[in-house]
């Protein structure tokens, strides 16, 4: 199995930054494509970004410009920058992997708390 664990959540003020990070272990050549999603109260899970494992990047509409993905392979890790911080980027953030060889296999972490305050 895959074990996944987000740090670097916090509270922070309207157009202010924070970098959250995942570190992966286990069975760690399984991974595929890595991301974060986010789910605030109320409201269904949803897509921040996502990397592959070659490095090519996808966003939300709403954080492009804003946060950026990377990952380190070497590492297994992924880290989650994000700049520009805005009310409703207040959520849960979640790190997230599927499985290389079965992409109906997903992997998750307990999730990091973000507050972004006006």
């Known amino acids: 199995q895959v074990q996944l664990a987000e740090s670097g959540g916090g509270f922070v003020q309207a157009g202010g930054s924070l970098s959250l990070s995942c570190a992966a272990s286990?069975?760690?050549?399984?991974?595929?494509?890595m991301g974060w999603y986010r789910q605030a109260p109320g409201k269904q899970r949803e897509l921040v970004a996502t990397v592959s494992r070659a490095g090519i990047t996808n966003y939300a509409d709403y954080v492009k410009g804003r946060f950026t993905i990377s990952r380190d392979n070497a590492k297994n890790t992924v880290t989650l920058q994000m700049n520009s911080l805005k009310p409703e980027d207040t959520a849960d953030y979640y790190c997230n992997a599927v499985n290389r060889y079965n992409s109906q296999e997903a992997y998750w972490g307990r999730g990091t708390q973000v507050t972004v305050s006006s």
């Open positions: 286990g069975s760690i050549f399984m991974i595929g494509f």
